[in-house]
């Protein structure tokens, strides 16, 4: 085999790959992750289920490429908020970590509501926790809050990076469970700007 067949062939592997990724990802969009499957994604890309079972082992191992593909797009989310100035990178992660929910609520869900014990246990397996390089920027964060002797909290930065990150993940879960029914549609429309200035209020120190 010529190299450059060979070189065509992996190129129709990998499109190949991200087709299936894609139209998995799309199926997320429309409903359940229960109803997602291996023979559903097979049907949307007018292949057989054996053609996927040739890039992926199964289901999970699709869900799994998935929900790390979730956490990269917020880290990157997250990163490009970063500023020079500690309160106001705080104060645009944030926001940008409710956007992201808000804007995608099945990839949300699929990252951090997934009631799955394999699929949850296969995610811890990693060598690399996929939800490691997005708590990494809130740690930066905190870092940045005490380094400057703003930060408020009187605890490690793990552990204020943790309530930081519970915070907000409360804050999604309310949305995206539609409990927010006391509020106006004004003051829905308000909730994450005013969650994110409640948040940045409890984190930083007040200078005199």
């Not at 992750?33 to 289901?59: C, G, M, Q, V, W």
């Not at 956490?71 to 500690?86: C, G, N």
């Not at 948040?199 to 005199?208: E, G, N």
Request: with cysteine.
């Amino acid at each position: 085999m010529s190299k450059a067949t060979e070189a065509r062939r992996q190129r129709q592997k990998s499109a190949l790959r991200a087709q299936i990724l894609a139209d998995a990802r799309q199926l997320l969009q429309e409903e359940d992750f229960r109803n997602l499957s291996l023979r559903r994604i097979a049907e949307r890309i007018e292949y057989s289920p054996t053609t996927i079972y040739l890039h992926f082992k199964d289901k999970n191992d699709l869900v799994l490429e998935l929900i790390m593909e979730g956490f990269e797009a917020l880290r990157q989310r997250m990163l490009k908020a970063y500023r020079s100035d500690p309160i106001e990178s705080l104060r645009q992660r944030a926001l940008e970590y409710l956007a992201f929910g808000s804007e995608e609520p099945q990839f949300y869900r699929l990252m951090f509501q997934l009631e799955d014990m394999e699929l949850n246990a296969l995610c811890q397996s990693q060598p690399e926790r996929v939800s490691q390089g997005c708590f990494q920027l809130l740690l930066e964060s905190v870092a940045q809050l005490r380094t400057q002797g703003l930060l408020a909290l009187p605890y490690s930065d793990i552990l204020c990076a943790h309530l930081l990150w519970g915070n907000l993940h409360g804050c999604m879960s309310l949305i995206l469970g539609n409990l927010l029914e006391y509020l106006t549609p004004v003051q829905r429309e308000q909730y994450r700007q005013a969650a994110v200035d409640t948040l940045v209020a409890s984190a930083v120190r007040q200078v005199q």
